[in-house]
Every structure is written in C-alpha cells, then in structure tokens.
C-alpha cells in the first residue's frame, strides 16, 4: 500500500492512514528502501547479483561498489589505487554493460536487475 501523505487529526476519513503511521508504517520512496526492511531478501537479491559473471578488468572496482550506497569518483580512485584515467574508462563500459548505475551528484553504485 502506498501512503501518499497523512490526513487531518480532525478528519474522520484520516484515521486509518493516522492509525499506520501511528503503528509503525515505513515511507518507500523506491525498492531500496524495501529491501532495507527485509534484509533477508537484500541478502537473497546480492547473492543473486553476486553470481553474475563481471569481466575480470571489471572486478576490482565492481567489488569496490555496494548496492544500497552510492561512492563518489574520488573515493572509488582512493579505494582502488587505480589511475582515475582507467577507473573513469572502467565505470563507463560498466555503465554501458548494464552493471553498475550512476546518479547525478552521489555517485556510482551496483545495479539491481
């Protein structure tokens, strides 16, 4: 059930999306946050991911990546020790390849298929 946004106290048609945000609800804004209330299926879907084969020039810095956070450039070069040349060439073929994903101004993460 998607809970756009709460209701008046003193409306009587409120109460029950009253009552879940009382009880507990979680905001979802996207998969990631379900699969951070369900660690077991977060572990189940990176186990799954994990089994794709990643070209081996590829796997240092797909390693270097996490799915439920993105890293900047900066500590991805910081965390790999490689060239920022060659982590810039890597990241974009990974992109391309449809295994890692960008967003704008966070960085770069693994993807989830």
Do not use: C, W
Request: no cysteine; proline share 3%.
């Amino acid at each position: 059930m998607y809970l756009r946004f709460h209701g008046s106290l003193d409306n009587i048609y409120s109460v029950g999306t009253n009552n879940l945000i009382k009880n507990g609800a979680k905001l979802v804004t996207g998969p990631v946050d379900i699969l951070k209330n369900y660690p077991a299926l977060l572990n189940k879907k990176i186990e799954f991911q994990e089994r794709k084969i990643i070209k081996e020039e590829f796997r240092e810095i797909y390693e270097t990546l996490l799915f439920d956070k993105y890293l900047g450039l900066d500590e991805i070069i910081f965390k790999t020790g490689m060239p920022t040349r060659d982590v810039v060439t890597k990241i974009t073929l990974m992109e391309l390849e449809g295994i890692i994903e960008q967003k704008i101004g966070k960085g770069y993460r693994k993807k989830f298929e």
